[in-house]
Nanobody, 125 residues
Framework: QVQLVESGGGSVQAGGSLRLSCSASGGLYRGMYMGWFRQAPGKEREGVAVISRGYDIEFYADSVKGRFTISQDTVKNTVDLQMTVLRPEDTAMYYC??????????????????WGQGTQVTVSS
């Protein structure tokens, strides 16, 4: 059973930075993706960034390209999300997930079967 634990959330002023970390325990298959998703109150969950454990191939939502960077350490089984130039619209609960990506939509969440509890990110103007 895979367990994911996120950390690093908090409150920051617009334009600031935060680094989220996700620590995984339990077996993770080669070929799996690790991803960050977020959900704001009243909105649906959306994919933010995902990364392949096998190739370090990355996909980003258009809204965060150039501002967020996903990275991983496959030995430590951690995945980070470095967030810079944060905006109020980035405010959401951020979730770490592990699974497989949709072939037609890399940021879709349907094939991610393991999820963390989430960490809150609040960006004030």
């Amino acid at each position: 059973q895979v367990q994911l634990v996120e950390s690093g959330g908090g409150s920051v002023q617009a334009g600031g930075s935060l680094r989220l970390s996700c620590s995984a325990s339990g077996g993770l298959y080669r070929g799996m993706y690790m991803g960050w998703f977020r959900q704001a109150p009243g909105k649906e969950r959306e994919g933010v960034a995902v990364i392949s454990r096998g190739y370090d191939i990355e996909f980003y939502a258009d809204s965060v390209k150039g501002r967020f960077t996903i990275s991983q350490d496959t030995v430590k089984n951690t995945v980070d999300l470095q967030m810079t130039v944060l905006r109020p619209e980035d405010t959401a609960m951020y979730y770490c997930a592990a699974g497989f990506r949709d072939g037609s939509n890399p940021l879709a969440s349907a094939r991610y079967m393991y999820w963390g509890q989430g960490t809150q990110v609040t960006v004030s103007s």
